[in-house]
C-alpha cells in the first residue's frame, strides 16, 4: 500500500520509530567476538535484544562476553574457533540453527593481522599476502556464502572492515586490499542477495584503540595521542561507537540500507 501523496510505501512503524532499531527476537552471529570491536559489537547487539553466538580463539574471553550477555537478559552460546579454519564458518552457521532455529544476523568481525611487520610492496612476502587473505576476506566470502542458505528475508550480513580500504596503504598493502575486497563484496551481494531479502553492508573503523592495536600495531600512548588530534572531531573511537553503525545496520531501522559502507571515524 502507497500514500497516495507521496507515492511511497506506508509505514506502520512510523509512530515508534525508536522501536525499528530493537532487534528482539533475532538471533546474531559475530566473529572476533572475545575482546575490542567485537566484544563491543556482541554486548551492542545483546543490548538491543538479540541472542548471540560468539566465536574466538580463546575460551576465557568468551566467557567475559558470555556472562556480560547473560546480564543483560539475553541468550550467548560460545564457538571456540579459528574463524580461517575450513569448517569454522559452517560450524557458527550450524551451531546458530541447532540452538535458536534462525539465523538473522552476521557480523564479520574477526580480522587484523597476526604479524607485527609491516612491508613494502617490493618486499612483500607471499606469506603475509596470504595469510592476509585468508583472515580478513576468504571468512566473509564463505559467511555469505552459508548464511544466504538460511537466512530469511530482512536478514543482515555486515562486514567491519577498515578506513585503510579506502586511501593508500603504505606497507599494509595485503590488509587494505582484503578490506577493500570486504566493501566490494558488500555492493555485489546487495544486487545479488537483495532478491532473497538479505541486506549486505560493511563499517568501516577509524582509528578505534584495542590491545591489537598495541601487541600488533606498534602504538603508544604518544603516537595515539598524536593520531587523536588529525581527527576532526579530536576523539579517539570506541568499540561503541561501531556497534552502534552494526545495531542500525541488523535493525529494522536499516531496512532500506544495502550496498553500503559505513564509515565511523571521527571525520578522518
Known sequence: MTDAWTHTPKDPAAA?????????GRVAVVTGAG????????????DAGADVVITARRENELDEVAARIAERGRRAVKVVADITADDAVQQLVDTAMSTFGQLDVWVSNAGGSEHQGNFPFKDFPDWHWDAQIALNLRPHFKAARACMQVMKPGSSI???????????????SAYAAAKSGMNSLAHTLSVELGPLGIRTNSVSPGNVPTESTYTIGGATDATL??????IPIKRLGTPSDIAAAVVWLASPAGSWVTGQNIVVSGGQ
Open 16 to 24: 515508534d520509530l525508536m522501536q525499528l532499531f530493537r532487534l528482539d
Open 35 to 46: 575482546r575490542g570491536i567485537g566484544r563491543g559489537i556482541a554486548l551492542g547487539l545483546a
Open 158 to 172: 555486515i562486514g567491519i572492515s577498515s578506513i585503510a580500504a579506502l586511501r593508500p596503504a603504505v606497507n599494509f
Open 225 to 230: 595521542a598524536a593520531a587523536e588530534k588529525m
